[in-house]
């Protein structure tokens, strides 16, 4: 089970924020947890105290004296006493994540039905992933992590403050678009170039946060390119902080299942090709038979001349459709099959598969050009490696009259540097970044520059 594609679990900040860690304290007022939101198991939420409204003074609640009545003037030394216990009470530190959890095990603890090492095993927590802390019953924490709710040795969580420290190290940032169309701009100012925008209600990881601005990634890179980024105004987006979290045992089945059902459907297209191109070299291999053959029986150059023309055509004809189709350059010229819809329901077999900058492996994991390439080579269609390159092939189409298997690709600063494939209704799957995986987003989700057919 790859811990890369465990489903994540959000911790929703408001965008102004700050989380710092080691001995500093966190820059929040509070946060309570909830139960389920959308598909993620935890919600952390800021929010500021509402038991408490004295003014607050560099962290420290200072309160108002109240007058004395007249003639119950109480002693000044018991006064001080009393002041001082009850702001030693009002000063004893808590944790901003009291009630959360993250596994430290060196790789998953088991979540069990019962505080029993003996007992049910529900699901796994795995190292840096969240849950939320119910109770605790001696050495055992009752925990609820995504759909799973069971028992833990405490041993295997870091609690309240030890949280903190491991914010930056377990938890992605992201920033969600709160407006129509926002700027994305080179630097972290308004004179700054603008990159390219992004629409309301798409999240990307932060980066680095500065001045009241944010950096973004868009995309990773693809092989020798660098990524993608660039910087909005923090006003314009809110910030939340995700973390993995637990997956049950049934989820932990269904995932085997997806990964084998997208193995399976990668070596049945791969078996299809190469059926596709032997009968392809038979029937060449065929033609140059006859071609030979009524050569041989001629007893005339003129017979001879006009076998050999016949076998020029041949050939020509036979190479022209291995061109036409495209066929996949290291397996020889075969003829593709399959159209743009078929090419598109493919790809988004491998929805969730990895990113891995340089690669070509659908399964194993790829860049956003290598994605492209190796889904179109299993229909036996050849395209450049790199998304400069594959802009170039096929038939240019606009944007408004996009099919499914069209490529639409992005650029930053006029150069083409990502790729993805269309897949009806306005959107489009693609290999992003190693958070992300092979996903799926709106067409828009930065400035299209420009789209391709390959296959009508």
Same mark, same amino acid.
């Given at each position: 089970m790859k811990k890369a594609v465990i489903i994540k679990a959000a911790a929703v900040f408001s965008a102004t924020a700050v989380i710092a860690v080691?001995?500093?304290?966190?820059?929040?007022?509070?946060?309570?947890?909830?139960?389920?939101c959308g598909v993620a198991g935890i919600s952390l939420s800021l929010q500021q105290y509402t038991e408490n409204t004295d003014k607050v003074d560099n962290g420290l609640v200072q309160t108002a004296s109240a007058e004395k009545p007249e003639g119950k003037a109480a002693p000044a030394a018991e006064a001080s006493e009393e002041q001082q216990k009850e702001t030693l009470k009002e000063e004893k530190p808590v944790s901003e994540f009291e009630n959360v959890?993250?596994?430290?095990?060196?790789?998953?603890?088991?979540?069990?039905?019962?505080?029993?090492?003996?007992s049910e095993i529900l699901g796994k927590l795995y190292r840096g992933a969240a849950a939320t802390?119910?109770?605790?019953?001696?050495?055992?924490?009752?925990?609820?992590?995504?759909?799973?709710?069971?028992?833990?040795?405490?041993?295997?969580?870091?609690?309240?403050f030890d949280v903190e420290e491991l914010v930056d190290r377990y938890g992605t940032k992201w920033a969600?678009?709160?407006?129509?169309?926002?700027?994305?701009?080179?630097?972290?100012?308004?004179?700054?170039?603008?990159?390219?925008?992004?629409?309301?209600?798409?999240?990307?990881?932060?980066?680095?946060?500065?001045?009241?601005?944010?950096?973004?990634?868009?995309?990773e890179g693809e092989e020798g390119e660098e990524a993608t980024t660039g910087w909005v105004s923090k006003d314009y987006v809110d910030i939340r902080v995700e973390f993995e979290h637990a997956i049950s045992i049934e989820e932990e089945e269904a995932e085997k299942r997806r990964e084998e059902e997208a193995r399976k459907a990668e070596e049945e297209q791969l078996r299809k090709l190469?059926?596709?191109?032997?009968?392809?070299?038979?029937?060449?291999?065929?033609g140059s038979s006859n071609s030979?053959?009524?050569?041989?029986?001629?007893?005339?150059s003129g017979s001879s001349s006009s076998g050999g023309s016949n076998s020029?055509?041949?050939?020509?004809?036979?190479?022209?459709?291995?061109?036409?189709?495209?066929?996949?350059?290291?397996?020889?010229?075969?003829?593709?099959?399959?159209?743009?819809?078929?090419?598109?329901? #493919?790809?988004?077999?491998?929805?969730?598969?990895? #990113?891995?900058y340089g690669g070509t492996s659908l399964t194993n994991g790829t860049d956003c050009s290598g994605f492209t390439q190796s889904v179109y080579k299993h229909f036996g269609i050849s395209i450049p490696r790199t998304s400069a390159a594959q802009s170039g092939t096929g038939k240019k189409v606009s944007l408004d009259s996009l099919k499914e298997g069209d490529l639409v690709f992005y650029a930053k600063n006029g150069r083409v540097n990502h790729v993805a494939m269309y897949i009806?209704?306005?959107?489009?799957?693609?290999?992003?970044?190693?958070?992300?995986?092979?996903?799926?987003?709106?067409?828009?989700?930065?400035?299209?520059?420009?789209?391709r057919r390959i296959v009508e």
């Open positions: 080691g001995s500093n304290a966190l820059d929040m007022s509070a946060v309570s947890l909830f139960g389920e959890g993250i596994s430290v095990a060196d790789n998953y603890v088991n979540i069990r039905k019962k505080p029993d090492t003996e802390i119910l109770e605790t019953k001696g050495e055992w924490v009752k925990i609820k992590s995504g759909s799973v709710t069971g028992y833990i040795n405490a041993d295997y969580l870091a609690i309240g969600e678009v709160t407006t129509t169309t926002l700027k994305v701009r080179e630097e972290p100012s308004t004179d700054a170039v603008t990159l390219t925008l992004i629409p309301l209600g798409e999240s990307y990881q932060v980066l680095k946060e500065k001045d009241g601005w944010v950096k973004i990634l868009l995309d190469e059926e596709e191109r032997r009968k392809q070299q038979q029937s060449s291999n065929s030979g053959s009524n050569s041989s029986n001629s007893g005339n020029g055509s041949s050939s020509s004809n036979s190479g022209s459709s291995g061109s036409s189709s495209s066929g996949s350059s290291d397996s020889g010229s075969t003829v593709g099959s399959g159209s743009g819809a078929d090419i598109a329901a #493919y790809a988004q077999k491998f929805k969730g598969n990895p #990113y891995v009806g209704g306005g959107q489009v799957i693609h290999a992003s970044s190693p958070k992300t995986g092979i996903k799926i987003s709106t067409l828009r989700y930065r400035t299209p520059y420009c789209a």
